[in-house]
């Protein structure tokens, strides 16, 4: 059974960085999509980045492009978001998600077959 356990959130004044990790089991392979997603108060899940574990691609919501970066360890067990220069509009419950399979990336909920819990950031200005 895939498990994905999400960790790291907090509070953090404007301008600061934050660094969400992702721990994942259950894979039976070593390639997967790792995927951050984000709710605010009163809004829609917005994807925010995408990884793909085969073979390191990225791709990242327009909003945090240049802000944001995803990454995973050399083991392929945890996912990090590094998050820099963040903004009181990034404040939200993050999310974990992962889809076993190669070379895909994708900012879509329904794209993803496993989630973990969320992880709370707030951003103070």
């Known amino acids: 059974e895939v498990q994905l356990q999400a960790s790291g959130g907090g509070l953090v004044q404007a301008g600061g960085s934050l660094r969400l990790s992702c721990a994942a089991s259950g894979f039976t392979s070593d390639d997967y999509a790792i995927g951050w997603f984000r709710q605010a108060p009163g809004k829609e899940h917005e994807g925010v980045a995408s990884f793909s574990t085969s073979d390191g691609s990225t791709l990242y919501a327009d909003s945090v492009k240049g802000r944001f970066t995803i990454s995973n360890d050399n083991a392929k067990t945890t996912s990090y978001l590094q998050m820099n220069s963040l903004k009181p509009e990034d404040t939200a419950v993050y999310y974990c998600?992962?889809?076993?399979?190669?070379?895909?990336?994708?900012?879509?909920?329904?794209?993803?077959?496993?989630w973990g819990q969320g992880t709370l950031v707030t951003v103070s200005s």
């Open positions: 998600a992962a889809k076993a399979g190669r070379s895909w990336l994708g900012l879509y909920m329904g794209g993803y077959d496993y």
